[in-house]
């Protein structure tokens, strides 16, 4: 049963949600400049998704996103003063987003190195037969698919079909031509077609 | 089914083909059910993809990223102020050797200036007697 103080709790922030959620964002950005911190919570809520789509995407889930996740935030935080609009804060967020992401992810290669692989270890394997794949839902087979691909691939296929940029926009954050996206869109997703061929064979 | 059409077949969900390159496709297409097949599982792939997309973190993610802050910036202040105790140390010692040079030379000029006087004040009544004489 709902207290007073439950009650008065969640009054407090729907207040708070409805104060900031119809702000503009450079407003946001303008106010968090200044040492605001609703400003800048409303900053995490709004860009938590797109950065947890992301991190996500490039190391699977687990609490070293999560970590990675804070990170960005923290470095955005910092960064903000810099901050001059030239691109969307989604687009600047986002590209905080990946070079973390590289540095994680280096982090684990070199550790693998250190430490000899376990042969029963089969947890990074993407199940194969189609018999496998029934085991795990869909969304945990596609996670685990995009990390056996090479960090090239993975991040212009997290940033176009995950996160929904343009190739243009997927360009700039990567800061490649345009014409290196396509490429290596098509490459990656031949490499994950291949990958997921038994799902996509039972499925169709 | 060739490279050339794949290739053609990828690149057209990214990137804009040119007229020539999309009828290349479209008479690719219907020439190679192979082709066809893998479209259908390109589009269902793609689609798969967008959906697995993770839409937050774990519950609380917003109050983890403000104690991070809060920690972050108690930790800077405690390594200003240990800046600033290395900082007045050096100072410090730098200024030892100043004020020492500084009374030494002080001190010279002082003692300079008494001997000067000191020689001024002998020098006069000898001048005076010499040149009075007896």
New interface residues.
Partial sequence: MQTQADVSLATRVADFESEWSGRPEQELVDTARRGD?QAF?EI??RL??R???T???MLG?GPE??DV???V??RL?RALPKFRGDSTLASYVTRIAINLCRNEWQRRKRRSNIFVRDESDQSDNVPGPAGDADSLP??DL??RA?LQLAAEYREV?VL?????FS?REAAGILDVP?GT??SR??RG??K??AI??PM??E?? | MNDRA??LL??S???ELSASEREELERALSDSADLR??M???D???T???????????LG??E???R??AN?SGSAADALYGSLRQMFRYVAAAAVPVCIVLVIWNFQIDGTSSEAQAETVWETPVQTLLSNGP
């Avoid at chain 1, 176009?160 to 929904?164: N, P, S, T």
């Fill in positions: 911190e919570r995490v809520r938590e998704g950065v947890a789509a991190v996500i995407g889930p996103a999560d996740g804070q990170e935030f923290v935080y869909e969304r596609i996670r995009l296929i176009r079909l995950m996160d929904g190739t345009e996206v396509t869109l098509a997703q031949m994950l077609r997921l061929e996509l064979k499925a169709s | 794949r290739e990828y690149r969900y990214d990137a097949v893998e259908q599982q390109l269902m792939m793609r798969s993809v967008a959906r697995a997309a993770a839409e937050s973190f774990e993610f917003a983890r990223v403000s991070r802050l972050e």
